[in-house]
């Protein structure tokens, strides 16, 4: 799993805006549950006041196979939900009846609950990508970090209607052992990647896809994002990529927990 970062300076604008909102869900009461499989029931949400209180610990290894098999494939996306783009995705996804996972930041959370909830609704799964996405977090305290995961899990839980994260994607892949140790204690298995498509460099929709095709042998996990610039690249590139790989003879998934 390579390192990604830099060039989505957009997140250092919402820090201060991040600081202000965790201090408010810290005290925030919220509703928690286990999101069921993909085909099960309505989530039941059950009172808590601590996220993650009554999930049953994960393996804390980063994951990146696939519960689909060997031909499985993940498709896991990004940094919003943002509401120019993550609709169009959500779209495509049900399109070619593609489950994937949507890691959310809780500041992106908290600003459009809406769509994380539309997400949930459409069968897809949260991973936690932390309150504000910071990619050196790996170099901060653990307190820093906990706080980071933490209060992103309380404002994500909220934002759901009371559906937990099933995974935990360090920003950049910033992981620490504590990191790693603490989401997995409530919960969420770290989550990797395989196939970096840098499609937040916009390197154009052909490249994307490229890189899809070319890399896809390295594994099951492939990265895209929905929030932090125009994603029209992202956008065009999966309403390719889905159906190249279903003819290609590989099954949609979601990271093995």
């Given at each position: 799993m390579a390192r990604h970062g830099g060039g989505r300076s957009w997140y250092g604008k919402l820090v201060g805006a991040a600081l202000g909102v965790t201090v408010l869900a810290v005290g925030a009461s919220v509703w928690t549950a286990q999101a069921d499989p993909v085909g099960g029931s309505s989530p039941k949400a059950t009172a808590s006041a601590t996220p993650g209180g009554d999930a049953k610990p994960v393996d804390v290894s980063i994951a990146h196979a696939s519960d689909a098999g060997a031909r499985g494939v993940n498709i896991t996306i990004d940094d919003g939900p943002d509401p120019a783009w993550t609709p169009q995705v959500l779209d495509i996804l049900r399109?070619?009846?593609?489950?994937?996972?949507?890691?959310?930041?809780?500041?992106?959370?908290?600003a459009h609950p809406d769509?994380?909830?539309?997400?949930?609704?459409?069968?897809?799964?949260?991973c936690n990508h932390t309150v504000s996405h910071d990619t050196a977090m790996?170099?901060?305290?653990e307190a820093y970090q906990s706080k980071e995961i933490l209060d992103a899990e309380r404002m994500i839980i909220k934002a759901s209607g009371g559906v937990r994260s099933m995974y935990y994607r360090a920003p950049g892949g910033a992981f620490t052992p504590y990191s790693r140790e603490l989401a997995a204690s409530k919960g969420m298995r770290p989550l990797g990647w395989n196939v970096d498509t840098k499609d937040f460099e916009q390197p154009g929709a052909d490249a994307i896809v490229a890189t899809v095709q070319r890399e896809i042998s390295n594994g099951p996990t492939v990265l895209f994002h929905d929030a932090g610039g125009d994603r029209a690249q992202t956008v065009d590139a999966l309403r390719r990529?889905?159906?190249w790989l279903k003819e290609?003879?590989?099954?949609?998934?979601?990271?093995?927990?």
């Open positions: 399109e070619y009846g593609v489950k994937a996972t949507f890691c959310v930041t809780g500041v992106q959370a908290q769509l994380v909830k539309e997400v949930v609704a459409a069968g897809h799964r949260l790996d170099r901060k305290s990529v889905l159906p290609q003879g590989y099954a949609f998934g979601f990271p093995v927990r």
